[in-house]
């Protein structure tokens, strides 16, 4: 019914940046609140940041003034944009949507997964 699709992920140096995207479609009436977590090995998936429909923001101390979360709702689409990154920002980087779908409920939906390793 409805598919979120990652891109952006990669390989980066200490202290360089990238910029995930996450795009839904499918049977959507309107989406809630988009974020995004991610999941080191051997660690609990956490939540990293999220932004609610009216635009309001919520971040993770540990990547609060680095990472920036937006949205564009006409393509029903989630960013995120991680500067200085750390080794310790590695993980699989996943979004989760809020979606009310047509003729249904609302449900969360989640990507695939998109991996982001910081090493030199």
């Known amino acids: 019914q409805v598919q979120l699709v990652e891109s952006g992920g990669g390989l980066v140096q200490p202290g360089g940046s990238l910029r995930l995207s996450c795009a839904a479609s499918?049977?959507?009436?309107?989406?809630?609140?988009m974020g995004w977590y991610r999941q080191a090995p051997g660690k609990q998936r956490e939540l990293v940041a999220d932004?609610?429909?009216?635009?309001?923001?919520n971040y993770a101390d540990s990547v609060k003034g680095r990472f920036n979360i937006s949205r564009d709702n006409d393509k029903n689409t989630v960013y995120q944009k991680m500067k200085d990154l750390k080794p310790d920002d590695t993980a699989v980087y996943y979004c989760v949507m809020g979606v009310r779908v047509i003729m249904k409920g609302v449900y969360d939906y989640w990507g695939q997964g998109t991996q982001v390793t910081v090493s030199s």
């Open positions: 932004i609610a429909s009216g635009g309001s923001t």
């Open positions: 499918g049977s959507i009436f309107t989406i809630y609140t």
